[in-house]
């Protein structure tokens, strides 16, 4: 198993420990699902010094209308680009260095590989919510033994084989909601003098503005765990076993968000994503 690196959130300095213990032998085991419901996935940078930072929520907000809240999942990346941000951690800064276009800036099932402007993301999610899933996933976390959660992760294959290619599964650990006082906190808001957006006349900055979908920590790796061929294969079901400790730490409002990435430099996608509350179960879908 390999320990995880720590940590620490600004607002209680308490700790996170997570560990992954590999990928279960399917073969000859139970048969996965034939059918999944397919899922998106939004990805996006922020930072709270950015003026049009708080548009991104909102127009993550706008695919969760759209499609259901079960079937869109955002996670919001925050980064230093224009100044201070209390929920920027090493890997949300590393991940936008990589994938951001600037702030803010976001992925629908990593298609393309790099961040967009947000007004593509309805048709990339409209687009995705059209393609039959050819796989899926569930998460427990609902163990906990003293502090410690376990978090079991299956990948299910549908009646088709994943195509050739590497796939990977990653997993998040996310914080549904996030506020407090401050350089850091406060979100700055350049549409305060706009009368026909949502945030006119809410302050610039916000104070005690709530930041939504925050990564805390990946639960394997930022880059995941890499699915093992026969995990591939049609009927395939596969498990991924993390630990996370929470010690310090209210679970309440704390979620798994966990992917699978089929990894391509012409063709990047997420097959499909699932979500559910620390301390809970959420099967297949």
Not at 53 to 82: R, S, W
Not at 107 to 118: D, L
């Amino acid at each position: 198993m390999k320990k995880l690196l720590v940590l620490a959130i600004a607002v209680s300095m308490a700790f996170f420990s997570c560990k992954d213990s590999g990928t279960d032998d399917p073969i000859g085991g139970p048969k996965a699902p034939e059918t999944y419901s397919q899922k998106v996935l939004v990805e996006y940078t922020t930072c709270a010094g950015c003026p049009y930072c708080p548009d991104g929520p909102l127009y993550a907000d706008k695919l969760v209308t759209k499609f259901g809240p079960n079937n869109v999942y955002a996670v919001a990346m925050h980064n230093l680009y224009q100044g201070a941000d209390m929920m920027a951690g090493d890997e949300s800064k590393v991940f936008s260095d990589a994938y951001s276009a600037g702030n803010p800036t976001g992925m629908i099932n990593r298609i393309g590989g790099k961040c967009e402007t947000r007004s593509n993301w309805d048709a990339k999610a409209t687009g995705v919510m059209g393609e039959d899933a050819k796989c899926g996933l569930s998460i427990d976390a609902s163990v906990k033994t003293g502090n410690k959660f376990s978090v079991k992760v299956k990948l299910g294959v549908g009646k088709v084989a994943l195509p050739a290619g590497k796939y990977y599964v990653v997993a998040y650990l996310t914080q549904k909601t996030m506020t407090g006082l401050g350089s850091g906190w406060d979100q700055a808001n350049g549409y305060n003098g706009t009368s026909t957006h949502a945030l006119y006349n809410k302050g610039n900055p916000i104070k005690n503005y709530i930041h939504h979908n925050v990564l805390m920590k990946s639960l394997n790796t930022m880059t995941g765990t890499l699915v093992a061929s026969e995990g591939m294969a049609a009927g395939a079901l596969s498990e991924y076993n993390l630990e996370c400790d929470m010690t310090g730490v209210d679970p309440a409002g704390y979620e798994v968000t966990a992917f699978v990435y089929f990894k391509s430099i012409s063709a990047p996608y997420v097959e499909n994503v699932q979500r559910v509350a620390l301390g809970s179960n959420k099967s297949f879908d």
